[in-house]
């Protein structure tokens, strides 16, 4: 099983965004690398979110992911996944449908902040293809 290390740096930087978009869901990608079987997630890059309803979804843009690869392609970095937040909520490693629903690439970890007025919780997940041809996220150790 991989794990992720996530530094104090990178959470309050997920978590200060979360807070800026308050009410609505903030998203954008977890850079860094990958080594000894840990994601080492060394920086984030913010992106606005296009869902029609940013309350109770996100959505990145295409053209952010394109160009968020593309920026990271020849270097010692890559996307290793995306962030979002669900705001008035703590998760208890519970991703939503519509997180599964969204899933596009199986390699790409997910990591969730859940947050309320008095409390943040991160999570992390990784997808799984179950045999019908869907995914579901499997909770993966955040140290």
Request: charged share 25%; net charge positive; aromatic share 8%.
């Amino acid at each position: 099983m991989i794990n992720i290390n996530i530094s104090k740096k990178v959470k309050n930087n997920i978590k200060q965004h979360a807070l800026n978009e308050y009410p609505n869901e903030c998203c954008g990608f977890i850079i860094g690398y990958i080594e000894n079987n840990t994601m080492q997630c060394v920086d984030i890059k913010k992106s606005n979110n296009i869902a029609n309803n940013p309350k109770n979804a996100f959505e990145i843009h295409p053209k952010d992911i394109i160009n968020a690869i593309k920026k990271y392609r020849n270097t010692k970095l890559s996307v290793l996944g995306h962030y979002h937040s669900h705001p008035n909520s703590l998760l208890n490693s519970k991703p939503s449908k519509k997180d599964i629903d969204s899933i596009y690439d199986s390699n790409l970890c997910w990591v969730i902040i859940g947050i309320n007025d008095k409390e943040i919780e991160y999570s992390a997940y990784m997808p799984k293809l179950l045999k019908n041809n869907t995914y579901d996220l499997e909770i993966i150790k955040i140290i």
